[in-house]
C-alpha cells in the first residue's frame, strides 16, 4: 500500500521504514499509527524481508505522540488513551519484538516518549552524535509507555530507569552508550551509511539463526510484554484523564513550565 506518514522501501532482502513527519519531528497521530503498524505487520513481516531499518525523516527520530492532534474519546468525553494504546501504539511494539527477523533503529536526533520507547523496542540501536533520549511522559503528568517500563529497566537497571522515568531528563547519546541503551554512536554524517552496512549485513546474514536467539532472548528479557504494555495502558489511561496530565499538556502547547497540583 501507499503511505502517506512513512516511506516503506525495500531492496533484495533490506526492508526500510522512515518515520516521515518532519514538519513535526515525526510525531505519532493515529493515522501515523495505522501506517507504522500496517508496514510492521505486512511489508516487515513479509518472508522477503531479511532484516529491517527503522529511522526518521528531517532532524528527528521522533519526538513521540503529537498532543495538538489530541486523543480519540470514551464516551464519557475523557480522552481514551487505553484504546489507542492497547489498539494502535502498543501492537506496534509488540510487533517489532515478535518479527522473526532482525531491527535495526537508526535514531538521527530525537528519540523522546514513544518514539524512544520504539527505538528501544528494537534489536539493535544506531544513534547519530547528535541524537538525544528521553522518558519526557512525566514532563505532561504521563508516566512511559510503549514498553519503556520494560527494555529501559531491562537495559540499564533500577537506578537509572527510575531516574529516566521521574526526572524525564535528556540522555545524550554517549550516555545512552554508556548506560546500554544503544549499541553503537556514529557522526552524524556516517550514520546512514553505517546503519545501511550494518541492515544488508544481517540481511544477508541466516535469518533463521537470528529468529531463534530473538524468540529465546525475548523470552529470557520480556517473558510478559504484553502483560507489561496492557498494565502500561491502564496506568496511562487513569493519568490522562487527571488535571496534572491537562495542565501539562496545556503548558506544553504553550511552551510555560506547568503547574502540577497532584491531582
Known amino acids: 500500500m501507499s503511505y502517506e506518514h512513512l516511506i516503506w522501501e525495500q531492496d533484495g532482502g533490506v526492508g526500510r521504514i522512515?518515520?516521515?513527519?518532519?514538519?513535526?519531528?515525526?510525531?505519532?497521530?493515529?493515522?501515523?499509527?495505522?501506517e507504522l503498524k500496517q508496514a510492521i505487520d505486512t511489508d516487515a513481516a513479509d518472508p522477503s524481508v531479511r532484516a529491517v531499518l527503522v529511522t526518521g525523516a528531517g532532524r528527528g527520530f521522533s519526538s513521540g505522540a503529537d498532543l495538538k492532534a489530541g486523543f480519540d474519546l470514551a464516551e464519557d468525553g475523557m480522552p481514551d488513551v487505553a484504546k489507542e494504546l492497547n489498539e494502535l501504539y502498543h501492537p506496534i511494539v509488540?510487533?517489532?519484538?515478535?518479527?522473526?527477523?532482525?531491527?535495526?533503529?537508526?535514531?538521527?536526533?530525537?528519540?523522546?516518549?514513544?518514539?524512544?520507547?520504539?527505538?528501544?523496542?528494537?534489536?539493535?540501536?544506531?544513534?547519530?552524535?547528535?541524537?538525544?533520549?528521553?522518558?519526557?511522559?512525566?514532563?505532561?503528568?504521563?508516566?512511559?509507555?510503549?514498553?519503556?517500563?520494560?527494555?529501559?529497566?531491562?537495559?540499564?537497571?533500577?537506578?537509572r530507569a527510575f531516574q529516566m522515568a521521574l526526572l524525564g531528563e535528556r540522555i545524550e547519546a554517549q550516555r545512552a552508550l554508556d548506560w546500554g541503551l544503544v549499541n553503537y554512536v556514529h557522526p552524524d554524517d556516517r550514520l546512514p551509511d553505517e546503519a545501511n552496512a550494518l541492515v544488508?549485513?544481517?540481511?544477508?546474514?541466516?535469518?533463521?539463526?537470528?529468529?531463534?536467539?530473538?524468540?529465546a532472548l525475548n523470552r529470557m528479557l520480556y517473558p510478559d510484554l504484553e502483560g507489561q504494555l496492557s498494565l502500561e495502558a491502564e496506568l496511562q489511561h487513569g493519568l490522562a484523564r487527571t488535571r496534572d496530565f491537562q495542565e501539562g499538556a496545556l503548558a506544553f502547547l504553550e511552551k510555560r513550565a506547568p503547574a502540577f497540583q497532584g491531582a
Open 18 to 34: 522512515t518515520l516521515n513527519r518532519p514538519e513535526t519531528l515525526n510525531a505519532w497521530n493515529p493515522d501515523f499509527g495505522r
Open 94 to 159: 509488540a510487533g517489532v519484538r515478535h518479527l522473526e527477523k532482525p531491527v535495526v533503529a537508526a535514531v538521527n536526533g530525537p528519540a523522546v516518549g514513544i518514539g524512544a520507547s520504539l527505538a528501544f523496542a528494537c534489536d539493535l540501536v544506531l544513534a547519530a552524535e547528535s541524537a538525544y533520549f528521553g522518558l519526557a511522559f512525566v514532563n505532561i503528568g504521563l508516566m512511559p509507555d510503549g514498553g519503556s517500563t520494560l527494555f529501559v529497566p531491562t537495559a540499564v537497571g533500577k537506578a
Open 200 to 215: 544488508e549485513r544481517l540481511a544477508a546474514g541466516p535469518t533463521r539463526s537470528y529468529a531463534g536467539s530473538k524468540r
